[in-house]
């Protein structure tokens, strides 16, 4: 297992990341898991053994239950909770009142609260905006976090499926009212999903943020059960997040002959290919059984050739769009130029 810092931060954690969304299972997440106590137990247990120091949750997951079964995990294994770097998120509907989501002031600072309390620690590594606010100006959440780093009950914050352009304009306002920044972002990425390579990978690169892949497997699909029968399982109930099935075949012939000659699943292999993308800091894995967390765990050994890469870059690749297409044809000239340049010349 290796250890990435946290965007610009001295904080090291884990490439793989234990994911709890099937902790608990109530509500929309009972299609995703419904793990009890002694089953969460047994998962961070594997994790930590392999070398996880890194656990993501949020509050929404089964209304709290997810973060409340987290929490008391970390404390009936005995864990040092400074050696975990525990996450968890904020936005989503808590209650039915107009004011139970969100990411006013008032919201973000109850549930920072809430959380604590379900989780039982008394500060949050990593505390996660899920999700952009229509109705909230930037500035107003970006006060209450800012607050919440202060009063020491979160140490770093990060943000969850926001556009380059929010992440950005909020990295502005952070910096010029002197507020905590974000350091890192949640984001779906996948070998069917590479939508974030056209502006939200330059700009963390830019910026000095941080990745944190959700869904590494697109909700299973490229373990590849679904093949043939693309209507059973998990997909069938929670067909999330949403595969183009013409490019998702071309990607899964292009895993299959590398993961059998290899010996290893398919999963395998598509988890390593994002441990092998510069701009990703963990991987995000979650698991109902043992077995599926130990394949996952073990993506950390295998690496890719190049050739490998080449093809399963190929399969996936997106399809050229403006500007993107544009900026790389006018910047060429002068990219090969830096390449060409001597270092200290």
Request: include cysteine.
């Amino acid at each position: 297992m290796r250890y990435n810092h946290l965007g610009s931060t001295g904080l090291f954690v884990s490439e793989l990341c234990l994911g709890t969304m099937t902790f608990g299972g109530a509500g929309m997440f009972a299609a995703i898991g419904g793990l009890e106590q002694a089953d969460a137990d047994a998962l961070l247990r594997a994790a930590v053994d392999a070398g996880v120091n890194f656990v993501d949750t949020a509050n929404m997951y089964s209304r709290g239950l997810s973060e409340q079964i987290t929490g008391q995990a970390i404390r009936n294994l005995g864990l040092k909770r400074e050696d975990m770097v525990l996450a968890t998120k904020v936005m989503g509907a808590m209650g039915d009142g107009p004011n139970d989501r969100g990411l006013s002031r008032a919201h973000i600072l109850d549930q920072a609260k809430a959380s604590l309390k379900r989780l039982g620690t008394d500060h949050i590594d990593l505390y996660q905006i899920h999700g952009w606010d229509p109705a909230t100006p930037i500035e107003e959440a970006l006060r209450a976090l800012d607050d919440l780093v202060r009063q020491g009950h979160v140490r770093y914050i990060g943000v969850s499926n926001w556009a380059a352009w929010q992440i950005a304009k909020a990295l502005g306002i952070s910096a010029r009212l002197g507020l905590d920044r974000f350091q890192s972002t949640q984001s779906y990425y996948t070998l069917v999903g590479r939508d974030l390579e056209r502006e939200i990978v330059p700009m963390l690169r830019s910026e000095g943020l941080g990745l944190m892949v959700w869904s590494p497997l697109a909700g299973g699909y490229l373990s590849g059960k679904y093949r043939g029968d693309a209507g059973a399982g998990r997909r069938e109930a929670f067909a999330f997040p949403p595969v183009d099935p013409v490019r998702g075949e071309a990607v899964l012939d292009a895993l299959a002959p590398i993961a059998a000659a290899r010996g290893v699943s398919m999963a395998q292999v598509a988890l390593a290919w994002l441990l092998h993308q510069p701009a990703v800091t963990s991987v995000i894995v979650g698991a109902k059984r043992i077995d599926q967390l130990a394949d996952n765990l073990g993506a950390v050994s295998i690496a890719l050739t190049a050739d490998e890469l080449a093809t399963l870059d190929a399969a996936s690749a997106l399809v050229p769009e403006y500007p993107g297409w544009m900026i790389e044809r006018q910047g060429g000239d002068r990219r090969k130029m830096l390449e060409r340049t001597p270092q200290g010349a």
